[in-house]
């Protein structure tokens, strides 16, 4: 790198690493003068580019945060990882509302790889293949997302509008304890003031989100992840499902993820419960998990249980 607006591009690169360096530092990496790195340092300001200077003996330069985004420098390998990080999330339903930034940050970036990378990327994600499926997205608005983000950080109460499975509307005022995100959604969980109980919002049903006064406590060894999970499997399907499972509660932990329900030790095993929307699921379920089983509740689920032992039957027995 001979020109100087590559050695410019070049301190902007190594600056955007993180963190403060010397000018010795600076100068041995650029191969210039300390003199020169100051004049390079001058140029990124006048750009408009965040740099901070430290004087004394040791100073030297730092980025600090902007109120603009500044040129980004990727190496090959950041860039293979940006690249693939955006297809995944998109996969995945990670991506908020405004879908279209998942796309044109995508166009962006490809647009300005050099032209081997580019071919080998293209050739990546030609042949990849995933083993997870894709999700639908039930995505929020990214204005949403971010604002419940801050106040969980710095424990302050918000204001949400919030539309339910019915359909109904109304406002919330919510401590919001965590976000989690679970099978293609996005889900806040918190105190709601409304209900005077914790609760699990998704945040694609929620219109606006806004800051209020007051702060909270979250309480001890709240873990969100857990919680959301045992409300999704709390949810208020058609059956009421209670299932012996003669196995450890390690095994049945291992097998049995806590969207799915509640484990509990007994003394012939672990008994399941939960709530489900088809038996002759719940049925095929139980006959894969693989373990024998006692059926507590409902009846319905030994006839479900039976045809499809039945069925089984007459495919093994069918062709000979």
Known sequence: MVRPTARVLALLEILQIGGAFTLTDLAGR????????????AHLADLGIPVEARRGRYGGYRLAPGYKLPPLMLTDEEAVAVMLGLVVATRAGLATAEGVATESATAKIRRVLPAVLARRIDSLLATVDFTAPVRQPA????????????????????????????????????????LVFHSGRWYVIGHDHN???????????????????????????????T??????????????????????????????PPSVGTLAEVPDGVR?????????????????LGWPFTIERPDQLRNEVRALA???????????
């Open 30 to 41: 650029l191969g210039v003068d300390e003199r020169t790195v100051r004049r390079y340092a």
């Open 139 to 178: 995505s929020p608005g990214i204005e949403v997302l971010l604002v419940l983000a801050e106040a969980a950080r710095h424990r302050r109460p918000v204001s949400i509008d919030y539309t339910t499975w019915r359909g109904e509307t109304g406002q919330r005022r919510l401590d919001p304890y965590g």
């Open 195 to 225: 209900r005077a109980a914790v609760r699990t919002f998704r945040l694609d049903r929620i219109g606006a989100a806004r800051p209020a006064e007051g702060e909270f406590d979250i309480p001890a060894g709240f873990d969100p992840t």
């Open 227 to 256: 919680q959301v999970l045992a409300g999704l499997a709390a949810v208020p399907y058609a059956h009421d499902m209670s299932v012996v499972l003669h196995t450890s509660l390690a095994q049945a932990r291992r097998r049995i």
């Open 272 to 288: 399941l419960t939960a709530r489900v929307e088809r038996l002759d699921g719940a049925a095929q379920m139980l006959a894969g």
């Open 310 to 320: 039945a069925r089984l039957l007459s495919d093994a027995d069918a062709g000979r």
